[in-house]
C-alpha cells in the first residue's frame, strides 16, 4: 500500500513550533487534573460505548493475568473519540458554530469528524499524505472537510494552524489539547471499574495524550498501579524526552504503528506524566507484527500496529516482571488498512517459523516436481508458492531449482520440513528459518552435498 514507506525516514523540524497554538504552550504548559478527568467522564457519558475490558486467552500463553481494554470497539475504531467528543462539547456555542481544525494522521481526525456531525459543529480536517487511505475515506464519509496536505504531520499541522487563524476556526490538537488529555483519561475511570486489583496498565503512546490521562486518573485513586508506556522503535519519541529531559524532536520511520507517529512529545502531556510514568518501552516492528498476528488468531480482535504494541512488549519479554500478575493492555484503535493486515500477518506468520522459503534442486525429468509436492503433503506442509529455474542453474540440464514457500504449523513442523528436504535431496536452502518466540539468530541453514 502507498501510504506506508515501511523503509522510508521523515524528519520534522518544524514540528517544534507549538506557539501558535493557545493551547499548547511550551513555556507554560497545563497540567490536567482528576477533576478535568471526572468533568470528561460525566459529559461524554451518552456519546461514547462503554468498551468491554475482559480476561484474555493469551493469559496462559504469556504467564500473566492479561485484560484487555477493546477500545478499538469505539464507533469509529479507537479511543479518540473520548478527548474529540469533549473538546467539542466544551466549546463555547460560537466557537461550535464556527467549527474547529485539526491535523491528523486518522484517528483523532476520524473522531473529530464523527462527533462533529453528530454535534452539528463543522470539522475540516488536514491530513498528510502519508495517512492511510482507509482513514482518509472514512473522514470524507463522515461529510467533514478533508485536506490532504503536508508529506508529514508537522506540514499538515502548520497548514491546519493557517487555516485555523484565516477562518477563524478552533484549532484541537489531537494529543495536547487540555481537553482532550482529560478526554482520554476516561478510559482509565472505566478501566478501575471494570477490573480489580490491577498490577499494571500498559499504554500505547504517541504524543502522549493517552499515556498523560491514563496516569492522572489512575495514580489519584490508586497510586500502586504501574503505567507503562509503550512505543515502537521508530517513532520513541516519549523515550527521547526522558532521555533528553523535555520534549525532543526524534526521527520518525515508517512504521506499523502509524498512529504513535509523532516526532515530539506534546508539551502539555509530557508537564503532565512525565514524573509518574512507571516504565517506556520500546518495541521491535517484527514484535508488533507478531502481536497483531496473536489477537487475530487467539482474541478474534482486528488491532492497528499501534494498538498492539502493548501486547508487543509482552511477548518481546520486556515486561517479564510481571508475570503471574495481572496487567492491562489498552488495544487503542482497530483502524488498519486490509493490504497492511495481510502483510502483518504474513510477516507474523515468517517471525513465527511458519511461513518457510527454501530452494531444491531437484530432477527436471517428468515427476521431478511432483515428487517434491507430495513429499512436502506427506508432513501436512502446505504449499503457498512454487517457482522453478531452468535457466541459471548451475548444475547438470536435467535438474531444475525450485522455490518454494510454505506454511507449517509452527516451528518444529518446519524444523521437520528442513530434515525432510535434506534426506531426500542434495542441494538444499532454508532462507530466514528461525522462530522470534526462541528469539533465535538467524538460521540460514545449506546443505549441499555435491
Ligand atoms: C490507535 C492509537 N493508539 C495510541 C495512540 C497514542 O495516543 P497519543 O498520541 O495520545 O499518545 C494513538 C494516537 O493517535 C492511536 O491512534
Known sequence: MENYV?????????????????????????????????SAAYKIRTGINQTQCIKSHLSELTGMDIYLKKDFLQNTGSFKERGARYALLMLSKEKQQKGVIAASLGNHAQAMCYHGLLLKIPVTVVMPLIAPIMKIQ???????????????????RKVAIRIAQEKGLTYINGYDHPHIIA??????????????????????TGGGGLLAGVIVAVKALNPNIKIIGVESERCASFSKALECGEPTQTIIEGTLADGLAVPKVGYNAWATSR????????????????????????????????????????????LDEFKGKRIVLILSGGNIDTTILGRCLERGL??????????????????????????????GVSIKDVIHERAWVTSDVFSVEVKVVCETRDFSHSLELRELMFANYKRVKFENLRSIKSSKPDITSTINNM
Request: proline share 3%; hydrophobic share 45%; charged share 30%.
Open 6 to 38: 515501511l523503509t522510508d525516514k521523515f524528519y520534522s523540524k518544524d514540528m517544534d513550533d507549538f506557539s501558535e497554538d493557545p493551547f499548547c504552550n511550551p513555556e507554560q504548559p497545563t497540567t490536567i487534573t482528576f477533576e478535568d478527568i471526572t
Open 138 to 156: 472514512k473522514c470524507r464519509e463522515l461529510k467533514a472537510n478533508v485536506i490532504i496536505e503536508g508529506k508529514d504531520m508537522a506540514e499538515a
Open 183 to 204: 478526554g482520554q483519561g476516561t478510559i482509565a475511570l472505566e478501566i478501575l471499574e471494570q477490573v480489580e486489583d490491577i498490577d499494571a496498565i500498559v499504554v500505547p
Open 275 to 318: 514524573d509518574s510514568v512507571d516504565k517506556m518501552v520500546v518495541v521491535q516492528e517484527e514484535w508488533i507484527a507478531v502481536a497483531i498476528l496473536r489477537l487475530v488468531e487467539l482474541e478474534k480482535c482486528i488491532v492497528e500496529g499501534a494498538g498492539a504494541c502493548g501486547l508487543a512488549a509482552i511477548l518481546a519479554g520486556q
Open 350 to 379: 515468517a517471525a513465527d517459523g511458519r511461513l518457510v522459503k527454501f530452494k531444491a534442486t531437484v530432477s527436471d525429468r517428468p515427476g521431478g516436481i511432483s515428487e517434491l509436492c507430495k513429499l512436502i503433503g506427506s508432513i
